[in-house]
């Protein structure tokens, strides 16, 4: 008896050890958005956290802003890797802040497990629409001529050094082999806000960001950043029709801390998958402007590599540091 109540009890050991199915349902799991709440971030992960309700159980949002994303991100990296926290990866945690920042407490590759990258959002190519007019600007090639018809004559404005306008505008500068002068302002609202005025020439914005002001004739779009046109504005062309190669898009993903099983990593891709393929998330999605992009942990990773490297020039180029 003894012999067998051993054998059993071992069983059931093993059983436990080789059924992460239970883990979800018994354990909440905590997602980190390292950004604050209300962003399209923050709406695209409650809005997955409650499709996948159903296969991995409850998932609790929580936000930890600062230092553009890092403080959060290091708390996913930080975390257990069992399957119970899971994050956010954006394209300026893991692509652009490990050439921005001098030091960071998390390496963007080793630290994480990818899960599936979940949305991409084009950057668009904007100028104010009097003054497209005024110098007889309608396109991307137009830009450029004048640029170089009238050197150190136009600027642009973003949401600050560092951030993807300002890394948009210096790929541009150097793809074409124009100058314009950079204006950073606290954020992409105020940088907006002097677009619309007139204090600058171009941006390249946040298409959401955009759209209203595209629609209402306040500002003229040249061009998505994508390297296709976007379903949501298919009368843009891709600066790459002019430009060829040229692409920045604001992306993010899931991510996982470092070594968490991979049959787990697994179970939540499919959920995850599951979700941004339904027909609610991409209505959902719409309304921001981001296109779905549901991938396998390793085309994640793949990709997230991809972007790091091309950053690295960029950011260096551009000359932004933060200490």
């Known amino acids: 008896m003894k012999r067998r109540q051993l054998l059993l009890n071992s ?16 354990h909440p799991i905590r997602l980190i958005v390292p950004y604050a709440p209300g962003g399209p971030i923050d709406t695209t992960a409650r809005l997955l956290a409650e499709r996948v309700k159903d296969t991995l159980g409850t998932v609790i949002i929580e936000n930890r802003p600062g230092a553009g994303g890092n403080i959060g991100v290091d708390a996913i990296a930080k975390a257990a890797p069992d399957g119970t926290t899971i994050g956010i990866a954006a394209v300026a945690t893991h692509a652009i802040n490990p050439w921005l920042f001098s030091k960071l407490p998390f390496d963007p590759v080793k630290d ?43 600027n642009y404005g973003s949401g600050g050094n560092g951030s993807a306008g300002h890394l948009a505008g210096e790929m541009f500068k150097r793809a074409a082999h124009v100058f314009a002068v950079h204006i950073p302002f606290n954020g992409g609202n105020p940088a907006q806000l002097a677009l619309l005025s007139g204090q600058v020439d171009f941006n390249f914005d946040n298409l959401a960001t955009a759209a209203p002001n595209i629609r209402a004739g306040k500002l003229r779009a040249l ?12 009368d843009v062309p891709p600066v790459a029709d002019t430009l060829p190669g040229f692409a920045i898009d604001t992306w993010w993903g899931l991510v996982a801390p470092a070594g968490t099983p991979k049959d787990v990593v697994q179970k939540l891709n499919h959920a995850f998958v599951a979700a941004l393929n339904s027909p609610q998330a991409k209505s959902r999605f719409a309304g921001l402007m981001a296109e779905p992009v549901p991938t396998t942990p390793e085309e994640f990773g793949r990709f997230m590599r991809s972007e790091l490297a091309k950053y690295e020039s960029v950011v260096k180029a551009s000359g932004a540091k933060v200490d």
């Open 112 to 154: 994480f497990a990818p899960i599936t990258q979940m949305v991409r959002v084009p950057n668009v190519l904007v100028m104010n629409a009097q003054t497209a007019e005024r110098l007889k600007i309608a396109s991307v090639r137009d830009l450029i001529a004048y640029a170089k018809a009238h050197p150190g004559s136009l």
């Open 223 to 234: 061009a998505v950043t994508s390297l296709q046109r976007s379903p949501y504005v298919p």
């Open 11 to 26: 069983l059931g050991a093993a059983a436990t050890l080789a059924a992460p199915a239970a883990w979800s349902q018994s």
